[in-house]
């Protein structure tokens, strides 16, 4: 198990142009770390800086405490699965997972017991003599996961690796590769743009934008306690009322007073409430309270499990996300409850 250091690495492919900004990051041993971020953030780049394909401009990376930022890609153990596989077509199943092991120079028992291990791992045994272009999406994804387990990679890499593959195979794939990690006691980082995945997969998440490191934590930490907009709205939807501070626990917003968490922020601050659409509860118009602002609905959005409601309110849209949801006529009036423990106050 390898423990990864990165600090302070920066990187710009063109002079004044920054892709990464002087970055810093601890991925324990063990752990299935995500970066994620929009596309065009810097996360291949970092990836790429890890396996050492592309240099940085500065910084250092350690290994188990061992600096191996100037070491070639092939001594650093390091195995990259890429998002369009980087198969050989002509070659068979196995001869691709071999090649790592072949170009280290294994000795042929190994190189059969490795193999044949890495295949069992991605449940394909049976396919090691098949051609590469007649396997499904799913099975080369298999394939190039196989390549990179078959080397026993100190850190393994993965670049998007299920974008090309249907959503449901996606979901499966999502399981097996963090049953793999987890079996394998493997260090893995793990780059992609989508949420869910990250949420549903990661031990931690690192949230990247513009080459910045916006936040790290646990999926649960990153989505219920995010540190700014940007992580509050890519993690997912969220309703954002400006207001400022009045005193502790309370600020003034265009829904009225509201009683939010605790901060020690001067009166008359500038913040932004952020609470997610199904933290709202939906009451009768009757039900007058703490924290509940009358409002018309005005839009729904079915989509199976749950609906998505649109309010209008004195202070404006209130989106609201409703599990089992009962029949609701639009036009009709309600109380929207906003309890405080789901409000995370943002600056500006
Ligand atoms: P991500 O993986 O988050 O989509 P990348 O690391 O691939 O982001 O790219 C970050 C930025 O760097 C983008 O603006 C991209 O166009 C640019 N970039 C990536 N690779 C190169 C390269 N080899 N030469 C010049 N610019 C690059
Ligand atoms: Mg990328």
Redesign the pocket.
Known sequence: MTTVEIQGIAKS??PGVP?LKPFDLTIEAGELFFLL?P????????LRILAGLVEPDSGVIRFNGEDITRLAPEKRRAAMVFQNYALWPHLSVFENVAFGLRTAGAGKETIRREVTAALEMVQLADCAARRIPSLSGGQQQRVALARALAVNPALLLLDEPLSNLDARLRDAMRHEIRRICKERHLTALY?THDRQEALSMADRIAVMNGGILQQCGTPEQVYNHPCNRFVAGFLGDTNFISGEAAGNGKIRSPFGELNVPACDLPDGTTIAAAIRPERIRILPPDAAGMNRIPARLTGRTFLGESCEWQFEAAGGTVDVLEFAPPERRIGDEFLLELPPDGVVLLRG
């Not at 596309?39 to 970092?46: D, E, Y």
């Open positions: 492919y063109q892709v971020g596309s065009g953030c810097g996360k291949s780049t970092l780059v």
